[in-house]
């Protein structure tokens, strides 16, 4: 599969200024570790990409994440603002201390890695997220149906 994305995005990373980027296609997970490490990433579409590892603890405000399939990501205290998840695959990542609010998770899975490792979401935090047709999320993630 080629991976993409379109990304049209401004990025503050601590102690800088914001910067206006335009970056070219997604093809290494250096690049995406780069934008999303640290970082306030705003408004941003990542789609139609697969991608290994990776640490990520940065804030995502507004943003869109669509069929995305991550295997073994390391989300460590990333904190996701009214961002949506669609189509996603996320496999044997842990979500540790991270903060959700007001995210739509649509047909995303939390899937087992070939190791048999189980996504995590240990002292991870939701306040009023919902979720359909996905698995693998905390029951404190209200289901909605008829979306």
Known sequence: ???????????RRSGENT????????????????????ANVRYETFENFATEGG??????????????DWYWGLFNM???????FQGCTFRGSAFSGCIFV???????????DNLGGECSFEDSRWYGC???????????VPVTTGQ
């Open 1 to 11: 599969m080629k991976s993409r994305r379109r990304v049209n995005s401004t990025v």
């Open 19 to 38: 910067m206006d980027r335009t970056l070219r296609p997604f093809t290494t997970d250096p690049e995406l570790s780069s934008l999303a490490s640290e």
């Open 55 to 68: 640490v990520i603890d940065g804030v995502f405000l507004g943003c869109s994440f669509t069929n995305v």
């Open 78 to 84: 990333s904190v996701f603002v009214e961002s949506t």
């Open 102 to 112: 007001e995210c739509t998770f649509v047909g995303c899975h939390f899937v087992k």
């Open 130 to 140: 919902q979720q359909s047709e996905s698995t693998g999320l905390p029951a404190s």
